[in-house]
């Protein structure tokens, strides 16, 4: 069984349509994370989700919406995609907010063309 | 601010040979520091850590010092197998609470029979 799974594993998109990413891990940790991977393979935090609340929003346009339903959850919905969104993105999830031990998935890679 | 820098790859060597994966760091205040490793087809997973200064992380035959001195956590392995060829990330976190790792860029290693 994988721990954090993601879906889509690819996900090939035409500029300006909606598409959306969805995580889910059966851990039971209580926090989860989406990261970005960019073109020169540098990871970085978006959001980060404790107990389906927001705790880490980092400089991210709006067009990009995390939703936790339950704690075993998180979702990415991306609107009025870009050329500039195309990238990895990576669910990852830990024990607690602070906990220093991540669990990622295995990525997602998004191609806006 | 925060930030990790680990040499460029790939790194390409053979089976037994040794391995040094430089990682250096810039952060305000005391950082743990991570070693993460991806298999292909798979999410990062931790592979070892420091949280002190002169602390030794090692796991699986890999270790890595915390100097900070040198402000470095380079990853070495005396003799590597072909089954070590991943794509090795050096990060860290500063601070309490909610989790905020910092990757650099990652180093693709391959290991030849």
């Known amino acids: 069984d994988t721990a954090v799974s993601q879906t889509p594993k690819y996900l090939v998109t035409q500029m300006g349509n909606d598409k959306s990413i969805k995580c889910e891990q059966n851990?039971?940790?209580?926090?989860m994370y989406w990261y970005k991977q960019d073109s020169k393979k540098f990871l970085k935090i978006m959001f980060s989700?404790?107990?389906?609340?927001?705790?880490i929003n980092e400089t991210v346009p709006n067009r990009f919406s995390p939703k936790s339903p339950d704690k075993a959850h998180l979702n990415l919905h991306i609107n009025s995609l870009e050329l500039g969104d195309s990238a990895v993105y990576f669910c990852?999830?830990?024990?607690?907010?602070?906990?220093?031990?991540?669990?990622f998935g295995s990525g997602t890679q998004l191609s806006v063309l | 601010g925060n930030s990790v820098t680990q040499m460029e790859g790939p790194v390409t060597l053979s089976e037994e040979a040794f391995l040094t994966i430089n990682c250096t760091y810039t952060?305000?205040?005391?950082?743990?520091l991570f070693w993460y490793v991806q298999y292909p087809g798979e999410g990062l997973q931790l592979l070892l850590k420091?949280?002190?200064?002169?602390d030794k992380g090692s796991n699986k035959g890999f270790e890595a010092t915390y100097r900070k001195e040198t402000t470095s956590f380079h990853l070495e392995k005396g003799s590597v197998q072909v089954s070590d060829s991943a794509v090795y990330f050096c990060a860290l976190s500063v601070g309490q609470g909610a989790q905020k790792l910092v990757f650099g860029q990652g180093t693709r290693l391959t290991i030849n029979p």
């Open positions: 851990l039971g940790h209580d926090t």
């Open positions: 990852a999830s830990s024990l607690t907010a602070g906990g220093e031990k991540l669990f």
């Open positions: 420091a949280t002190k200064a002169d």
């Open positions: 989700y404790n107990n389906k609340e927001l705790i």
């Open positions: 952060a305000t205040g005391y950082p743990s």
